[in-house]
């Protein structure tokens, strides 16, 4: 799987859109973009995956760029309650294994 | 709620002692995986298991095994334990296998070895 790039922390002010970067300039055709987040020490929670096109669901929405080199997280209004560690991880078919492949990530600081 | 259950929640034990942490997977999902969370590895992958076969092994030391019984629920075995055993334990599932398998994951087991 191809490895991400992602700075390691931002803030954001409560209300305001949250946009998290992730480069993966090594990504391969067939290589999904993934984003999780944990929150303090919980699971890590699913947000959204792409592969080319843009995504969008209830909580954030997905823009890969034309060249898939690199992807950006919206939290259109970010919360309190967003402050965590957002994780961007490129997944492909590597065989039998369809392990995710978790970096350091970036921790979001949402301030009121 | 993700609709994985891990048992317990806390562990402490001693070195030297053996645990076993328990998942069970969301209804459906046939493939479970084993996680491990410490402070200096950050999130790593010991193993998946599909429909009770193992089917891709990532770094799982030799002390700890793990199996997925016919009911589909999972158990990570850890044994000899040393001080930096000492962990999160994450399960998660997934309906089927490959990368476009939401994996979704529970709550976490805290092992704590003294």
């Known amino acids: 799987d191809a490895k991400t790039t992602q700075p390691p922390s931002m803030d954001c002010a409560e209300g305001r859109a949250a946009n998290l970067p992730c480069n993966h300039s090594?990504?391969?055709?067939?290589?999904?973009v993934y984003w999780y987040r944990q929150i303090h020490s919980q699971g890590p929670q699913y947000i959204i995956h792409?592969?080319?096109n843009n995504e969008t669901n209830e909580m954030a929405s997905l823009i890969i760029t034309e060249d898939r080199k690199s992807s950006t997280l919206i939290l259109p209004h970010a919360t309190l309650r967003d402050t965590a560690v957002y994780y961007c991880?490129?997944?492909?078919?590597?065989?039998?294994?369809?392990?995710?492949?978790f970096g350091k990530g970036i921790t979001l600081s949402v301030r009121p | 709620d993700s609709g994985v259950t891990q048992t317990p929640k806390h562990l402490i034990t001693a070195t030297g002692q053996r645990v076993t942490l328990r998942c069970s997977p969301r209804?459906?999902?046939?493939?479970v995986y084993w996680y491990q969370q410490s402070l200096d590895q950050g999130l790593q992958f010991l193993i998946q298991y599909y429909n009770g076969e193992e089917r891709a092994k990532g770094n799982i030391l030799e002390r700890f095994s793990a199996q997925q019984f016919p009911d589909l629920h999972s158990e990570l075995n850890l044994s000899s334990l040393e001080l930096g055993d000492s962990a999160l334990y994450f399960c998660?599932?997934?309906?089927?296998?490959?990368?476009?398998?939401?994996?979704?994951f529970g709550a976490g087991t805290r092992l704590s070895v003294l």
């Open positions: 209804s459906g999902d046939l493939s």
């Open positions: 792409g592969l080319k």
């Open positions: 998660a599932s997934s309906p089927t296998w490959g990368p476009t398998n939401i994996q979704y």
């Open positions: 090594t990504i391969s055709g067939n290589e999904y």
């Open positions: 991880i490129v997944r492909g078919y590597t065989g039998a294994n369809s392990k995710l492949t």
